[in-house]
C-alpha cells in the first residue's frame, strides 16, 4: 500500500511539535511520532487520535500533580479507590464513596468524617481521596491530629499562630487522621477548634476516627467546646460510618488458612512431624 499523499508531511509533525512545545505538553510531546505512525498507517482515527493525544497529556500531568502533592501534601503512601476492597466492607457503600471521588463535596466545602474501629479502611478512602484530590490540581494536606496540634502548639509558642493558621486553611482539602487515639491537652483542643472553626464553610477536612461522636467530649476533655466543634461539623458533612473487620487482620487470618491448607507435600511433612 502507498501511503504517498496519507503521510503526515515533516513540516506539520513541526509544527505540532512546536505547538505541543509552546502548551508545554510534554506528555503529549513524547506520543506524538507514534500516534502519527499509527495515523499514517490507518490503524488510527484521526478522533482517536486525538483523544490519545491528549490523554497522553493528562496522564504525565496528573502523574506529575501526584508526585508534588506527594512532597507538599506530605501523603504518607498513595491508596486508590481501585485498591478498595468493598466485598470485603459490606458497611461501605461504593456509590457513596464513589459519587464522593467526583469531588463535589470539594466545590460545596463540604466535610467528610470516617469512623470505625482499627483497620477497617478509614485512612485508606482518606488517603484515596486525597490522591483524587490531588490529582484534580486542587492543594491538599495531610496529617494526624497529634502532628497536627504538635505544630499548632510549636507556632503558637514562637507567636506565629496566626500566621500558621492562615496557611492551614489555604488548602482545598485538608485531611485530619486519628482523632481519638492519643489524649488532646486543653490547649490543643482549643488550637483544634481554632483550626475547624476557620475550615468551616470555607474548604472541606476529612476526619477520621475510632471513636463514636459522643466520645469526642472525652478526647477533647470538654463536652462544650466538642459539641460546638461536631455541630459544625456535621452541619454540612459525609459520615461514612464503617462497621466491620479490621483487614490488617484479615491477611493474617488469610496466612493462617493458608497454613493450615498447604498443599500434599508439606502435608505429609506435618504429619510426619507430628508422627
Ligand atoms: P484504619 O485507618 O481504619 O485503621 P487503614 O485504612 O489504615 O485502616 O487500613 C489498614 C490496611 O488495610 C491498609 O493497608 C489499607 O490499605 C488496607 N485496607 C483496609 N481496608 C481495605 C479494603 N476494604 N480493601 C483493600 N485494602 C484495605
Ligand atoms: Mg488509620
Not at 43 to 67: C, D, F, K, P, V
Not at 187 to 192: H, P, Y
Not at 212 to 237: T, Y
Request: hydrophobic share 40%; aromatic share 6%; charged share 25%.
Amino acid at each position: 500500500m502507498s501511503r504517498t499523499g496519507t503521510a503526515t508531511a515533516p513540516s506539520l509533525r513541526d509544527r505540532l511539535r512546536g505547538q505541543l512545545a509552546d502548551l508545554k505538553m510534554p506528555g503529549a510531546l513524547e506520543a506524538l511520532d507514534d500516534i502519527l505512525r499509527r495515523v499514517d498507517g490507518g490503524e488510527l482515527a484521526a478522533g482517536e487520535a486525538l483523544a490519545q493525544l491528549l490523554g497522553a497529556h493528562i496522564t504525565l500531568r496528573n502523574a506529575r500533580r501526584l508526585q508534588t502533592a506527594m512532597r507538599s501534601a506530605r501523603l504518607p503512601v498513595v491508596k486508590t479507590l481501585g485498591d478498595f476492597d468493598f466485598s470485603f466492607q459490606p458497611s461501605v457503600k461504593r456509590e457513596q464513596i464513589e459519587s464522593l471521588h467526583t469531588l463535589g463535596f470539594l466545590e460545596r466545602k463540604e466535610n467528610i468524617v470516617l469512623l470505625g474501629p482499627p483497620g477497617v479502611g478509614k485512612t485508606h478512602l482518606a488517603l484515596s481521596l486525597a490522591v483524587a484530590t490531588a490529582e484534580s490540581g486542587r492543594r491538599v494536606y495531610f496529617t494526624t491530629l497529634a502532628d497536627l496540634l504538635h505544630s499548632l502548639e510549636e507556632a503558637q509558642a514562637a507567636g506565629r499562630l496566626t500566621h500558621r493558621l492562615r496557611t492551614l486553611v489555604f488548602p482545598t482539602l485538608m485531611v485530619i487522621d486519628e482523632i481519638g487515639y492519643l489524649p488532646i491537652t486543653r490547649t490543643g483542643a482549643m488550637l483544634f477548634f481554632q483550626l475547624m472553626a476557620r475550615r468551616y464553610e470555607h474548604a472541606s477536612t476529612i476526619l477520621t476516627s475510632n471513636k463514636s461522636f459522643e466520645e469526642w467530649g472525652e478526647i477533647f476533655g470538654d463536652e462544650v467546646m466538642a459539641a460546638a466543634l461536631v455541630d459544625r461539623l456535621v452541619h454540612h458533612c459525609h459520615i461514612v460510618n464503617i462497621c466491620g473487620n479490621s483487614y490488617r487482620l484479615r491477611q493474617h487470618a488469610d496466612l493462617a488458612r493458608r497454613l493450615h491448607t498447604a498443599p500434599e507435600p508439606a502435608d505429609q511433612r506435618k504429619e510426619g512431624r507430628r508422627r
